[in-house]
């Protein structure tokens, strides 16, 4: 990962903007339990930082995926994890498939808009009975002319409450398992679209989380991204990415805990001397700083892996494994060395304690990874072994993909692209289709 | 209109600090950020520049090789085009060596309009506007929390004073040095930090501008730094032990430090 003074100037900007624009409101948004996403969104949109890697033509910036590396930094140094996961699922969850696959009318319609900050966007994938199974979704989109008519219900939506669409995944054939689904874009002020209930979490309190109900929900068949039916392909490859931004937001964040800690326990003193003094104390904060910066590098070794075009399926659910487990070592570890201050609301150890828990959960849970990665290495009993993709061009969508642990888990999938140096190259080569 | 934006490179705010044997500040070139208080005067010239169409704007700084960093930063934010003054003989300078160099890349540009942050983060001398002022035989509008340019012939400001305001005015071509109220400075986009690298950035040395060498740098620095202290930030408390007048002690202080 090479970075110019172009990406640092960029690393200024969203720095100065997490410190102006959400820091200062944290506490706030954490206790009303949602952050206001469309005036953020706007502020950011206004700045060019909503469609980084999105082509040009529909508001984004061309770049590679490696200023949203030092996106993803910056945002992770924030005083709460909430907010730059609202961001983030909007700018790298629920538009990448969008980005890359959907009709110019319908990016027209929904990602322009989006990276304008005008929209709030949100995936809509996990159900009452479907979570890391994937395959398991009853959601279910019926033909109806030119329309789908979608009935169904999705649970844990970042940004639910206040989106303007979904990107949602649907049963749209009586095909079982992975196919048969298709990934569609549901306006949310369709008739029949209802926000059951605003779910109280664990963490990330200034994220807002919904379960969404969908009653006879008519949308035109258009708003279907890429061909009928490849939805969980392209969900999934949606996940990389997703996995990828999740772990790389992590590191930063707990390299800040680390130091915070560090910072405390320098002028916390106990029996006569600081705490750090204490060889038990600094060692163990070295060993963290150490298992930071190898996440760190694992992280950049993918993003190096996806801006080339290769599969990164294996290294962005190693990455994800492992910044899940270590945020919540860090979070637990720097914790114990506030002792009660740490314990208390006031401090951002506790919300960093509560925040880090959801890593191992979302996106696809720790076990989910290990599947993947255990495919990938020949090594789970029944399966062949994965086949990452090469750089070889790929024509077009791959529909012969096979799922690495169907129906428990999900597929290993091959990118569609060759070399997606930014993804108006992933789209060209892709072709995206009509 | 040509509006020219003049600006300092210095360390950031948060870095270490330290001095050489003849106590000139050590800059290093990964502390160095444009001087925060000429983000006001760069935002002030693209106000005036989006006010009055056809204007442009240049950036002008005199600093090391090395600061064309720091300028590329400012374009960021906007203008036209950047203009680094460097040139080894200019190391040393001190405020009216600085002044006499700006004042000769001032003439070489051309400007209508030349604006200046209040005074540099570092040094806080302040002095630089004015003596650039004086060089130039042009007026100077000092600590402008307001500007209005009316018919591109007159520029009017208003000062902040103890009770109000004071107006001042004075015809174009003339200086203007503004303070932190005047404006909100606007974040670089994500387009401006991109077309930042494309902008035109010229070098000039002291032969580009007929300066004799031994007229600036720090031969001819008539201030010199004699002495540097670090302050203390260590905090002395107070004790108040026992129960007798404690706590009118207490009450004493909180009224001498004005809290009640």
Not at chain 1, 263 to 284: E, K, M
Not at chain 2, 66 to 95: E, I, Q
Request: charged residues 25%.
């Amino acid at each position: 990962m090479q970075f110019t003074q172009e990406h640092e100037m960029f690393r200024q900007l969203v720095r100065r903007f997490v410190q102006d624009e959400i820091n200062p409101h944290a506490d706030e948004w954490e206790e009303a339990g949602i952050f206001p996403a469309h005036d953020l969104f706007k502020r950011m949109g206004d700045l060019g930082l909503l469609g980084l890697t999105y082509p040009e033509a529909y508001g984004g910036q061309g770049l590679d995926f490696s200023y949203t590396v030092v996106f993803c930094e910056e945002l992770g140094r924030a005083d709460c994890s909430g907010v730059p996961m609202g961001i983030t699922v909007h700018t790298d969850m629920c538009t990448p498939a969008l980005a890359h696959f959907g009709s110019d009318d319908l990016k027209q319609q929904f990602l322009a808009p989006s990276i304008r900050g005008d929209y709030v966007g949100c995936i809509g994938v996990t159900e009452p009975d479907a979570g890391s199974d994937v395959a398991a979704i009853r959601t279910r989109a019926v033909s109806d002319g030119d329309d789908w008519i979608i009935n169904g219900r999705k649970l844990y939506i970042t940004n639910g409450t206040q989106a303007d669409w979904v990107c949602l995944l649907a049963r749209t054939s009586d095909e079982g398992g992975y196919r048969g689904m298709s990934l569609i874009i549901v306006p949310t002020k369709t008739p029949g679209f209802s926000v059951s209930r605003k779910l109280r979490k664990l963490g990330n309190h200034s994220s807002d989380t919904a379960e969404l109900m969908l009653d006879d929900v008519r949308v035109p068949k258009a708003n279907t991204i890429g061909p009928e039916g490849m939805g969980f392909i392209l969900q999934m490859q949606q996940f990389q990415r997703e996995r990828l931004v999740g772990a790389i937001t992590s590191y930063a964040g707990m390299e800040k805990t680390v130091r915070d800690t560090i910072a405390y326990t320098q002028q916390r003193s106990t029996f006569g001397q600081p705490l750090i003094d204490n060889q038990v104390i600094h060692f163990r904060l070295c060993e963290l700083l150490t298992e930071i910066e190898a996440l760190k590098s694992l992280c950049y070794r993918a993003a190096d892996q996806y801006i080339a075009g290769d599969d990164v399926t294996r290294l962005a659910s190693m990455a994800k494994l492992k910044a899940g487990r270590l945020a919540r070592e860090v979070a637990d570890t720097c914790l114990q060395y506030y002792g009660g201050m740490g314990y208390m609301e006031e401090t951002r150890i506790s919300r960093a304690f509560r925040d880090s828990r959801l890593l191992s959960i979302g996106g696809g849970a720790d076990e989910v990874m290990l599947g993947i990665i255990a495919k990938y290495e020949g090594i789970l009993p029944g399966k062949k072994k994965a086949r990452p993709a090469t750089t070889q061009p790929a024509p077009a969508i791959e529909p012969a993909i096979e799922p690495a642990i169907e129906p428990a888990t999900e597929p290993a999938t091959a990118p569609v692209a060759a070399s997606p140096r930014t993804d108006d190259a992933h789209e060209a080569r892709a072709g995206a289709p009509a | 209109m040509n509006i020219v934006a003049c600006i300092k490179e210095t360390p950031s705010t948060t870095a270490e600090k330290s001095f050489g044997p003849d106590m000139r500040l050590e800059r290093r070139k990964e502390d160095a950020i444009p001087n925060p208080f000429d983000e006001y005067t760069i935002e002030e010239a693209l106000r005036q520049q989006e006010k009055h169409a056809g204007s442009t704007v240049t950036i002008l700084c005199m600093g090391p090789a090395t600061a064309t960093d720091t300028l590329r930063k400012a374009l960021a934010m906007g203008g036209d085009r950047a203009v680094l003054v460097s040139d080894s003989a200019l190391a040393g300078s001190d405020a009216i060596g600085t002044a006499r160099v700006l004042a000769a890349a001032l003439q070489k540009i051309g400007f209508d309009l030349a604006l200046f942050g209040s005074a540099a983060a570092d040094a806080y001398g302040g002095v630089v506007p004015s003596a650039t002022a004086e060089f130039l035989g042009l007026p100077l509008l000092s600590y402008a929390s307001k500007l209005d340019l009316s018919g591109d012939s007159t520029a009017r400001i208003q000062r902040a004073a103890e009770i109000g305001y004071n107006e001042a005015e004075a015809p174009l071509p003339a200086l203007v040095s503004v303070v932190k109220s005047i404006n909100e400075p606007r974040y670089p986009s994500m387009k401006g930090i991109m077309a930042s690298k494309k902008k035109p950035l010229d070098t000039f040395s002291l032969a580009d501008l007929g300066l004799d060498p031994s007229s600036v740098g720090g031969a001819a620095a008539r201030e010199r730094a004699i002495s540097s202290e670090k302050v203390s930030t260590q905090r002395k408390g107070e004790m108040y032990q026992g129960n007798e007048g404690a706590a009118d002690r207490v009450v004493a202080f909180l009224i001498e430090q004005k809290v009640l």
